[in-house]
């Protein structure tokens, strides 16, 4: 709890691991791709942990609830709401395609469900339902400094802002 309506959301690693290994399992991933995803899993996030600490309103990992779970979650105890831009999203190579091609984890159908989101019916769209291992932190801060967190954390990207209201919308 404690993101506020204008806090920018940041996100410090790509989604998608959870597409990219169900599609190792079945043989159907490319093995660049899959490789990609092991050094994402295996980059460390202590770094930006004790960074973001610092200017943090609310943080949790990005794990088995998917991006938007995590998000829900922290709106829900935060009593915010949040917008996304979709085409901002860090994605995973390959991992949009395999989504488009109808692959998913497990867990998919389970996070899809829980969550109430606007959000349009794409690929890139289900990838927020998708479950992570070993993924980034998403991040409420001030609006005013995300853009100095963000020259300090490489990779990491600005994906929205929190909103008044409750509505979760992914455009």
């Known amino acids: ?10 996100l410090t690693k790509p989604i998608g691991t959870g597409v990219l290994l169900a599609a190792e399992m079945q043989t159907k991933a490319h093995g660049d791709d899959v490789m990609a995803c092991w050094q994402s899993m295996a980059r460390p996030s202590g770094q930006a942990a004790r960074a973001l600490a ?23 105890a935060s009593h915010v709401g949040a917008s996304i831009t979709l085409d901002t999203l860090p994605i995973l190579s390959g991992a949009e395609a ?17 969550v109430v989101v606007t959000c349009p019916d794409t690929p890139r769209a ?18 005013s400094q995300a853009e100095e967190i ?20 992914f455009t």
């Not at 991006?67 to 829900?76: T, V």
Request: hydrophobic letters at 40%; proline letters at 3%.
């Open 98 to 114: 395999l989504a488009g091609d109808g692959v998913r984890s497990s867990l998919w159908e389970q996070n899809r469900a829980s």
């Open 1 to 10: 709890q404690g993101a506020q309506a204008g806090d920018a959301i940041i």
């Open 150 to 169: 963000l020259a300090t954390l490489p990779g990491s990207v600005k994906i929205g802002q929190i909103t008044e209201g409750a509505d979760l919308t």
């Open 54 to 76: 610092r200017h943090a309103h609310a943080m949790t990992d990005v794990t088995g609830f998917g991006l938007a779970g995590h998000l829900s979650n922290i709106c829900q």
């Open 126 to 143: 289900d990838l927020i339902f998708d479950p992570q291992t070993a993924g980034g932190l998403l991040a409420m801060v001030p609006q």
